[in-house]
């Protein structure tokens, strides 16, 4: 009997025709790891190289590729090592262990992130919340870090973790790609590669991973002069926000919704809008998509504003295929802060301009006079103090308080001058979008999943599908085989990706093409050896033409964008 759940659906067409499967399926495979065929490892690739024509390429951004293994120093700069933890409980009885919030989800709480452990487990017992596999009592929660551990040498004590994101590899590698792109600023700055988390339960299957692939960029950019000047391209463009402070979808364009102050930063809607395109161009409707605001106490630690782009999925609701986060400066400042490495950046003006620059020259005489072994104290405060504010008093009232000292102009004086400033220096501000690459493989799968006549069609948009077409003799009849595969090589030859099939009936290789998301089915019959022309078939429509094979390389590469 067939499951009626979609997913299920998905699932098992996505075992059975090779996109993916549980890893080590022959020994009874492990949460939260999956394994990608070959149809779905060229899904995934085509879903990547858009991302990078999409983000990358039209914008001119940097990619770049760093280790997955991170030292540690690295993940205190950034705050992971105090903030990347999730909190768990364990069923005294079975020993399963759980991830409170997911636990209390499914009871209709969803703000846990606020909640400290004493508010989790009271939620737990009021909701009598036990284990699902056995029915025992749950232990108290505790925090458990979610980065995968490990040592960088077999025989070191230097730390290492698995990176959770690969904005970091980013960040520690900005000042170099400053400088390489002889100071291009504002600067974007992407990579695409594995991603891992130690998630304490991940049981929503393609959905929920502890390995993963992530596709995210920075943007780096000037806070005195956030404008975006592409903001007009789509400022009209219609998005649904969930804002935190209502938790009510709301249709607005991003013009409004930068003017309401929905959204903080002119980057961030641009990004915004333009991510909400890339998943529609997935075959993910805007109607299916949304921008979940987060609450302060839900955001990372490094964030002032974060909203989750969620699509509707069948079994899971709303979910994550996207982050956006404004990171203001707090990844660059940490760093700089640790490592001890200026990475701040040189913004010149138009041309100098003249400032006047206040120097405090003390009396060293009459300071040590009056204020002996407290000198060199009173000098550094007077240093720390605005010296404009220091010589309005001591003109006004003839006197200065630091603490329990008083000064005079007695003690100092403050000279003004002039001087020439070329630019001034700065510490850049970050927009990050962040899309998550296997969940999308699934997302895009799951609304292209249809029936027809109780055959399953895959109508995969036409640019991320596996195979350009599929080339099919009518019967194995040795001349048949033989010209099928002379117009197999030509295609091939051609750069389009397509594939031979000639086991089983006609109508069961059609069957499979749709199957796995083949746009054009492409049949050599004898009339094709009379008069040249092959019968081509659309894998939504299932109608067919006789075309000449001479002009199959032009139509399907007409055909797919």
């Known amino acids: 009997m067939k499951s009626t759940d979609k997913c299920d659906r998905v699932i098992e067409l996505a075992r059975r025709r090779g996109f993916f499967w549980p ?34 390429k039209e914008h001119d951004f940097l990619e770049i590729e760093t280790p997955i293994i991170t030292p540690e120093k690295v993940f205190q700069a950034s705050g992971h090592i105090e903030h990347f933890k999730d909190p768990m409980v364990e069923c005294t009885k079975c ?79 900005f000042k170099r790609l400053h400088e390489v792109m002889r100071d291009k600023f ?55 926000l969930v804002p935190f402070t209502s938790r009510k979808p709301v249709l607005i364009t991003v013009k409004d919704a930068l003017t309401k102050k929905l959204i903080l930063m002119e980057w961030m809607g641009y990004f915004m809008a333009l991510s909400q395109q890339f998943i529609s161009e997935l075959g993910i409707p805007p109607e299916k998509q949304r921008f979940l605001e987060k609450s302060p106490s839900e955001r990372a630690h490094y964030s002032d504003q974060t909203f989750d782009q969620e699509i509707l999925l069948d079994r899971w609701g709303w979910t994550e295929v996207s982050g956006h986060a404004y990171r203001t400066s707090y990844d660059i400042s940490r760093h700089i802060e640790i490592s001890g490495v200026d990475m701040s950046v040189f913004k010149p003006h138009l ?12 009396n060293a005489n009459a300071l040590r006079r009056d204020f002996g072994d407290d000198t060199n104290k009173i000098l550094q405060l007077l240093k720390s103090e605005d010296l404009t504010r220091v010589q309005k008093q001591i003109n006004e009232k003839g006197s200065f308080h630091l603490g329990k000292h008083t000064v005079t102009k007695e003690h100092f004086e403050i000279k003004t001058s002039s001087k020439k400033e070329t630019g001034r220096r700065i510490i850049p501000h970050v927009i990050e979008p962040s899309f998550g690459v ?77 199957e796995i998301a083949v746009p054009l089915a492409i049949t050599i019959d004898y009339q094709t050896l009379d008069d040249g022309t092959v019968t081509i078939r659309d894998r939504d429509t299932w109608k067919q033409q006789r075309v000449n094979k001479d002009e199959l390389v032009a139509l399907i590469k007409n055909y797919i964008p």
């Not at 009871?107 to 919340?129: P, W, Y």
């Not at 692939?213 to 000047?229: K, V």
């Open 95 to 173: 020993k399963r262990k759980y991830r409170v919030d997911h636990l209390l989800a499914e009871t209709g709480i969803s703000n846990t992130e606020s909640m400290n452990l004493i508010e989790l487990d009271n939620q737990i017992k009021k909701k009598e919340v036990y284990c699902q596999d056995c029915g025992g009592q749950l232990s108290k929660s505790n925090y458990v870090q979610t980065m995968f551990k490990t040592t960088i040498g077999p025989f070191t004590d230097n730390i290492g973790y698995g990176r959770p994101e690969a904005a970091q590899g980013i960040f520690v590698n």
């Open 351 to 362: 041309k100098p301009i003249e400032i006047q620059e206040k120097k405090l020259i003390p």
């Open 438 to 514: 296997d969940r999308l493989v699934y997302a895009a799968m799951e609304f292209a999943y249809s029936t027809k006549e109780d055959r399953v069609i895959l109508s995969l948009p036409k640019n991320i599908v596996p195979f350009d077409a599929v080339i099919l003799p009518l019967m194995t009849k040795m001349e048949l085989v033989e010209e099928t595969k002379k117009i197999y090589t030509n295609l091939q030859k051609s750069g389009l990706e397509t594939y031979y099939d000639e086991t089983g009936s006609i109508g069961k290789r059609y069957a499979r093409s749709d």
């Open 186 to 240: 504002p600067i974007g700055i992407g990579q695409i590669g594995h991603a891992l988390r130690n998630e304490i339960s991940p049981r929503q299957g393609p959905v929920r991973l502890r390995e993963f692939t992530i596709m995210e960029f920075e943007f780096f950019f000037d806070p005195t002069d956030p404008s975006c000047p592409r903001l007009s391209e789509i400022e009209q463009t219609e998005i649904t």
């Open 23 to 56: 890893s080590y399926e022959i020994y009874g495979g492990v949460g939260g790891l999956l394994d990608f065929g070959p149809l779905g490892v060229a899904v995934k690739r085509k879903i990547e190289n858009k991302w990078r024509k999409f983000f990358l």
